[in-house]
Structure formats: structure tokens, C-alpha cells
């Protein structure tokens, strides 16, 4: 059986540029690998079939991420692989951090090692895109700038530090925030050196905290014990603290409607670590 990681994310910054014909946008975004997430078992077999069991009943049918990543896989293997998927999810859901794409990213990685199926990172990255903007970024599995919509992909180093997360009792979802005509999506292209050097923002931000009053409320508290912003496209917000005692400090006030963790910020993401101790 091999058990690994799939690693949550926050966008440290995150701009749009653009609208693009097929109606995504085009981004300019720190994504930050975390410490905590998932956690992925799988046990490859030779019955053809894909057998997915979750913790959570919500999310255990057909369309997770994980069988979907897994079919993806199906076409170049041998016609009996099979392989029986256990996720233990415990990053919130829809709520910017990327868990469901980290855990089709984790899967990619460990059937084409358990099926030996020899696919490049980028091989993976490329059918991981299918699913998903954030699938390649947990692919590669490093702290990265990423352009295009999310695909294009520039690994930074950045100083250790440690997050408290915290998740409002809200739901945003991605296609209503980049449907939405008051999305700011004309911000100007910068280099990376001009974004590393000016203060960090999330565009998505003023509109979902007009959209979902919780995700203001929560930053108006979460400011006050360092700089904080939202993730992605939200509900998800963070404050990035120096060391670990003062994140749990303000954890431990958390407002009663929230759930909130404490992180530590990697350059290399755990399932990578996990997997040069797996081959
Ligand atoms: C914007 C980010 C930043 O990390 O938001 P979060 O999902 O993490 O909050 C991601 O790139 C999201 O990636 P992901 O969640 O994989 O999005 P997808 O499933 O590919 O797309 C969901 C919907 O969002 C819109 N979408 C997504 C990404 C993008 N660059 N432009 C878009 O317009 C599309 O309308 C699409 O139908
Ligand atoms: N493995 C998975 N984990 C979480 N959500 C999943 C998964 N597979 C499919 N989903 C669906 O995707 C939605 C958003 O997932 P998630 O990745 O947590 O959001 P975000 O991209 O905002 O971080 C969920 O509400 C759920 O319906």
C-alpha cells in the first residue's frame, strides 16, 4: 500500500489580467505550499477497477477528482490495472486552499508509479490540467509563480513563516466569482520581481467580500494580529505569522462561526518529499 500526502495551497497574491476566449482568465499568482491536507492510500490490484472510499460520504461518488484523475490514467495502463483509493479529507472544502485538486495531483503521482506507467511530471501536469486550473501547480509540487491559468509555472524560494487559516461558515464558488462582471480582470501584467516587491492583494477579494459579508468580517478580525488576505477565490482567508506560537495564539480566539488551522509554509510540497522516499 502507499499512503502520501496531498498538501493544501494559499495564493499569497493573486491578479487577473484577462479574459481569455473560452471564458477563463488568465492570473498572476504566488501559490504557497502548505504543510497539512489530505492524505491518499492506495493498494493497486489487477481488476480493472477503480474502488474509491472517502471520510467524508459527501464526496465519495464517481465525480471526485480522485476516480476522475484516476480514468484519466486508465488509457495508459494495462487493461486489468485496478486499484482500490482511500482519502482521509481534512482540508475544508470550496474554499480556495486547492484540496480537491491536490488530491487528483497526489493520485496522478501514485498510480503512475503503483501501474509503472512512466509519464513525465509534465505528462501528468498536462492530463492533470484537464481537471482543473490548480491541479499542475500540485504536480510539480513547489512553492511557484504561475501565469497563464495557473499552468504556467515558476518555482520561489520564500523565507519559512506559518499561517493561521481560517474558513467563514461561507461558500463562494470559483464559476460565480469569475462570472461576475464586477471581478477586477484588467489588472496590468507585471514582472515577477515588480509583483515580489509591491504590496500583495487578491483581485477576487473586494468582490467576494461584498458578495459573502462573513469573508470581511472574519478579515476585519484576523488583521488585527498580522497581515492578512483571502485565497484564491475565497471563503479562505490567512494571516502569515514568523513563528508558530504567535499563529496559535490567534487561533485560539477564533470566532465561533470559523474553522481555522495553523500551517507551516513549505517551498517543496510534502507529497514530493513523500515521493523521493517512495521510489
Ligand atoms: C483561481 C483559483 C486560484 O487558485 O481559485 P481557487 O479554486 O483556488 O479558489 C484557481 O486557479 C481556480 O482553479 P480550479 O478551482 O482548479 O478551477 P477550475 O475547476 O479549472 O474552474 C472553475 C471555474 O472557474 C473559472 N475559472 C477558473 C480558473 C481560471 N483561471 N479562470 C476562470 O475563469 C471558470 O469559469 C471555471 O469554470
Ligand atoms: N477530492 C475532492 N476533494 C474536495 N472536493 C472535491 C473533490 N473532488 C471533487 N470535489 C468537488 O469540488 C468542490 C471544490 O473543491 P475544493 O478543491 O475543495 O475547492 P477549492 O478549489 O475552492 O479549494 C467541492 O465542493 C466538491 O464538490
Given at each position: 500500500m502507499l499512503t502520501l500526502p496531498a498538501p493544501a495551497k494559499l495564493n499569497l497574491f493573486l491578479h487577473i489580467t484577462g479574459r481569455r476566449a473560452d471564458g477563463y482568465h488568465n492570473l498572476q499568482t504566488l501559490f504557497r505550499m502548505l504543510d497539512v491536507g489530505d492524505e491518499l492510500s492506495f493498494r493497486a490490484n489487477q481488476s480493472g477497477a477503480i474502488n474509491f472510499r472517502c471520510s467524508d460520504a459527501s464526496i465519495a461518488g464517481a465525480d471526485n477528482l480522485v476516480v476522475r484523475a484516476a480514468k484519466l490514467l486508465q488509457p495508459f495502463a494495462a487493461p486489468d490495472a485496478g486499484v482500490e483509493i482511500y482519502l482521509e479529507k481534512r482540508t475544508p472544502m470550496g474554499g480556495g486552499l486547492g484540496g480537491g485538486s491536490s488530491d487528483a495531483a497526489t493520485t496522478l503521482h501514485a498510480l503512475n508509479l503503483q501501474w509503472q506507467l512512466g509519464l513525465s511530471t509534465q505528462q501528468l501536469a498536462d492530463i492533470g490540467l484537464k481537471l482543473g486550473a490548480d491541479v499542475p501547480v500540485f504536480v510539480f509540487g513547489q512553492t511557484a509563480f504561475a501565469e497563464g491559468v495557473g499552468e504556467q509555472l515558476q518555482p520561489v524560494e520564500l523565507p519559512d513563516c506559518w499561517y493561521l487559516v481560517v474558513t467563514p461558515d461561507a461558500h463562494v464558488?470559483?464559476?460565480?466569482?469569475?462570472?461576475?462582471?464586477?471581478?477586477?480582470?484588467?489588472?496590468?501584467?507585471?514582472?515577477?520581481?515588480?509583483?515580489?516587491?509591491?504590496?500583495?492583494?487578491?483581485?477576487?477579494?473586494?468582490?467576494?467580500?461584498?458578495?459573502?459579508?462573513?469573508?470581511?468580517?472574519?478579515?476585519?478580525?484576523?488583521?488585527?494580529?498580522?497581515?492578512?488576505?483571502?485565497?484564491?477565490?475565497?471563503?479562505?482567508?490567512?494571516?502569515?505569522?514568523?513563528?508558530?506560537?504567535?499563529?496559535?495564539?490567534?487561533?485560539?480566539?477564533?470566532?465561533?462561526?470559523?474553522?481555522?488551522?495553523?500551517?507551516?509554509g513549505l517551498n517543496q510540497s510534502p507529497l514530493l518529499t513523500a515521493l523521493r522516499h517512495a521510489v
Open positions: 464558488s470559483t464559476a460565480a466569482v469569475f462570472t461576475h462582471p464586477d471581478l477586477i480582470r484588467d489588472s496590468k501584467p507585471l514582472t515577477l520581481a515588480d509583483l515580489m516587491s509591491s504590496p500583495w492583494r487578491n483581485d477576487c477579494q473586494p468582490l467576494v467580500e461584498r458578495l459573502c459579508p462573513q469573508v470581511a468580517i472574519t478579515l476585519q478580525w484576523l488583521v488585527e494580529y498580522a497581515p492578512s488576505r483571502m485565497t484564491g477565490t475565497g471563503a479562505s482567508v490567512f494571516a502569515e505569522f514568523a513563528d508558530e506560537l504567535s499563529a496559535r495564539r490567534a487561533l485560539a480566539d477564533l470566532p465561533a462561526n470559523c474553522r481555522g488551522f495553523v500551517a507551516r
